[in-house]
């Protein structure tokens, strides 16, 4: 199952792009690249997901690297409620999201 | 559409008692999921359910864990006896099923917080 690798922390300023970065180098050709968010003493949210080709919808953007071992997902105008744990996954062959410890982002006023 | 529906929301329980917990997925998902998340991890799957039938429950310790679908619709964990080191939240989460393991997109609800004392 590949690994991913996230920084344990970022902030962000209201109102401005929150970038988060992820490393999958041992990612597989069908592997798909998912991105969840938790907030607190919520259960995690499904946020985009892609396979080679970025993808957008309503909350976020998804820009995978053409060798696919890095994506970036993209909070265009991050808000308060925006403050959460995102997780990127790798989706492995068996459909099993493994879950790592993920990016706390905090959004500061 | 209502999202994934589970309860208790809380349950304290002294060790050595048993504790059970229920989820009922989204209408029309055959695959339901259960997860277990300790303090400042991600979720670790438990066991994964295609319909009734449990298709993946390697990770579920069977000693004291037992998990059932009777229908294929609502589910429930139950612990017996819990333990200390069971203290965490209980994730269930659902998805359609059939669609293809790559991209089924799993939908969680707000889990069980237990606390075993």
């Known amino acids: 199952d590949a690994k991913t690798t996230q920084p344990p922390s970022m902030d962000c300023a209201e109102g401005r792009a929150a970038n988060l970065p992820c490393n999958h180098s041992?990612?597989?050709?069908?592997?798909?690249v998912y991105w969840y968010r938790q907030i607190h003493s919520q259960g995690p949210q499904y946020i985009i997901h892609?396979?080679?080709n970025n993808e957008t919808n309503e909350m976020a953007s998804l820009i995978i690297t053409e060798d696919r071992k890095s994506s970036t997902l993209i909070l265009p105008h991050a808000t308060l409620r925006d403050t959460a744990v995102y997780y990127c996954?790798?989706?492995?062959?068996?459909?099993?999201?493994?879950f790592g410890q993920g990016t706390t982002l905090q959004v500061k006023p | 559409e209502a999202g994934v529906v589970q309860s208790p929301r809380y349950k304290i329980i002294e060790k050595k008692q048993p504790v059970a917990f229920w989820c009922n997925p989204i209408?029309?998902?055959?695959?339901l999921y259960w997860y277990l998340q300790n303090l400042g991890q991600g979720p670790e799957l438990l066991i994964r359910?295609?319909?009734?039938?449990?298709?993946?429950d390697s990770q579920l310790p069977k000693d004291r864990f037992s998990a059932e679908r009777l229908k294929g619709v609502d589910s429930t964990l139950k612990i017996q006896p819990a333990e200390l080191g069971d203290s965490a939240v209980y994730l269930c989460?659902?998805?359609?099923?059939?669609?293809?393991?790559?991209?089924?997109?799993?939908?969680f609800g707000p889990g069980t917080r237990l606390l075993v004392l």
């Open positions: 989460a659902s998805s359609p099923g059939g669609a293809g393991l790559y991209q089924e997109t799993q939908y």
């Open positions: 041992t990612i597989s050709g069908n592997e798909y």
């Open positions: 892609g396979l080679k």
């Open positions: 996954i790798v989706r492995s062959n068996t459909g099993k999201l493994i």
């Open positions: 209408s029309g998902h055959n695959t």
């Open positions: 359910y295609e319909n009734e039938e449990a298709v993946d």
